[in-house]
């Protein structure tokens, strides 16, 4: 019943794989309110493709623009390459430098909260080769819809995020955040880092011989749409 429910989302907000008519009309991104959404299903059914059809035509934005971050989940992938990490170069003289390492996915949750007016994309794509709990970390908590933070205005007074975000916490204008630790520093204090709502966050999963499943805490997050191979194509 639940996935007949969440097909139905699919059906009625126009998910399909092919594009929308040309006639139509796009429609405005702020309108767009799924902001998780999981595609599961074999290979080759269209889930990247359904993905695609959103970022085109709801919230108009082409798939190569910068407000698009697409990354390909595999064995291989760390939580220094997506969200922060630790650096490590030499100066002239040959000393060893430590630098913290900003991730891909920091960086976009970043640039979303510096520009609330515009939509952002990230797309992880095949999530069932690692541990996306693992790979995100505290940023799972923040995912759900009412633990996003929604800025009004675009935030250019700021010389920095954390600057924004403290002071955004200090004034009681947000209600969620994690803390995160510096990664090359001695102080105690940790870092706060927020989820805005207008990064809009898609994934694409296929289904494993070996029965590697999905965290359930990830599954109560998204927006799950199972998507079925086309039985005249497939016979």
């Known amino acids: 019943q639940a996935t007949r429910e969440k097909n139905e989302i699919c059906r009625q907000e126009n998910?399909?794989?092919?594009?929308?008519?040309?006639?139509?009309?796009?429609?405005?991104?702020?309108?767009?309110?799924?902001?998780?959404?999981?595609?599961?299903g074999v290979p080759g059914t269209g889930k990247s493709h359904a993905v695609n059809n959103i970022i085109?035509?709801?919230?108009?934005?082409?798939?190569?623009?910068?407000?698009v971050l697409r990354i390909n989940i595999h064995s291989a992938s760390s939580n220094s390459d997506l969200m922060q990490?630790?650096?490590?170069?030499?100066n002239d003289s040959g000393k060893i430098i430590y630098n913290e390492k900003q991730g891909l996915?920091?960086?976009?949750?970043?640039?979303?909260?510096f520009n609330p007016n515009?939509?952002?994309?990230?797309?992880?794509?095949?999530?069932?080769e690692n541990s996306l709990?693992?790979?995100?970390?505290?940023?799972?908590?923040?995912?759900?819809?009412?633990?996003?933070?929604?800025?009004?205005?675009?935030?250019?007074?700021?010389?920095?995020?954390?600057?924004?975000?403290?002071?955004?916490v200090k004034n009681n204008k947000i209600k969620y955040?994690?803390?995160?630790?510096?990664?090359?520093?001695?102080?105690?204090?940790?870092?706060?880092?927020?989820?805005p709502k207008n990064l809009f966050i898609f994934c694409t999963s296929n289904y494993r011989d070996d029965k590697k499943i999905i965290e359930d805490n990830l599954l109560r997050?998204?927006?799950?749409?199972?998507?079925?191979?086309?039985?005249?194509i497939a016979s």
């Open 105 to 113: 996915i920091l960086d976009i949750i970043k640039r979303a909260t």
């Open 85 to 90: 990490g630790i650096g490590i170069s030499s």
């Open 15 to 40: 998910f399909s794989t092919e594009a929308l008519d040309e006639t139509k009309k796009k429609k405005k991104w702020n309108n767009f309110h799924y902001l998780n959404i999981l595609f599961k």
């Open 177 to 195: 955040f994690v803390k995160v630790p510096f990664l090359v520093s001695t102080k105690t204090d940790y870092r706060k880092m927020i989820l």
């Open 133 to 168: 709990n693992e790979l995100i970390g505290d940023l799972i908590y923040l995912i759900e819809d009412e633990k996003r933070s929604e800025l009004i205005a675009d935030d250019k007074d700021y010389n920095s995020y954390e600057e924004l975000v403290n002071e955004l």
């Open 221 to 232: 997050r998204f927006e799950v749409i199972e998507v079925y191979p086309n039985s005249e």
């Open 56 to 67: 085109e035509n709801f919230l108009n934005l082409t798939l190569n623009h910068d407000n």
């Open 118 to 128: 515009q939509p952002f994309v990230l797309v992880l794509e095949e999530i069932q």
